[in-house]
Structures are given as C-alpha cells and as structure tokens.
C-alpha cells in the first residue's frame, strides 16, 4: 500500500521560503514519477511541479518558474518543494502525488496516489 505524507507547511511572510517534504511508504518509490500540486480555497487543484523518477526531468507551472525547485532522494523516498520568494497567492493546501509511471504531468487525473496536503498560508 502506497502512503504519502507531506509536511513543512506554516504561516510565511512574503519573500520567505519553505520547504515542503513528501514521504512516501510503499516499494519502488524511485520507479515512479511524482507531483506536486495546490489548491486555494474555492479554486481547483493546480499543478505546480512534476520530477520523473531519475529526478533528472522537471516541470514547473509558469506561476512559479524560478521561485520553486522540486528535488527527490529516492534513497530517503521523499519528494521536495524548495519555495522562495513566495507571495500571497501561493497561500493553499499543497499536496504531493505519484504516478505509477516514470514520467511526470501537469494532469492531476493521471496520478494515482496522493498525501492528505499541507498548509502553506503567506501574509503580505
């Protein structure tokens, strides 16, 4: 059984950084590839980032280019979400997913597993 467990959400000023961690239980973590994505209140949960399984390809959304950097120890089975410069609008629930393939996406739909989130909440 596959488990996913994020942490290292909190209150932020803006400019601040966080680091999001997402532990994952289950075998061949490093077979697979994973996401990460947010979802504000009254809005739909949006892509942020996505590393294959070697960790070599990443993929970020346009609003966060630049300020995010996803990494992954396959040797820990854990996942990151490096954020800096964060603004008020990156305020969400962030959660991280894993594919049951080695490439990434931007499609929430073709992850098939995925951690109860974490609150990353940025003051201006």
């Known amino acids: 059984q596959v488990q996913l467990v994020e942490s290292g959400g909190g209150l932020v000023q803006a400019g601040g950084s966080l680091r999001l961690s997402c532990a994952a239980s289950g075998r061949a973590f490093s077979n697979y590839a994973m996401g990460w994505f947010r979802q504000a209140p009254g809005k739909e949960r949006d892509f942020v980032a996505g590393?294959?399984?070697?960790?070599?390809?990443?993929d970020y959304a346009d609003s966060v280019k630049g300020r995010f950097t996803v990494s992954r120890d396959n040797a820990k089975n854990t996942v990151y979400l490096q954020m800096s410069s964060l603004k008020p609008e990156d305020t969400a629930v962030y959660y991280c997913a894993r594919r049951s393939v080695g490439s990434s996406t931007r499609e929430a739909h073709f992850y098939d597993y995925w951690g109860q989130g974490t609150q990353v909440t940025v003051s201006s």
């Open positions: 590393i294959s399984w070697t960790g070599i390809s990443t």
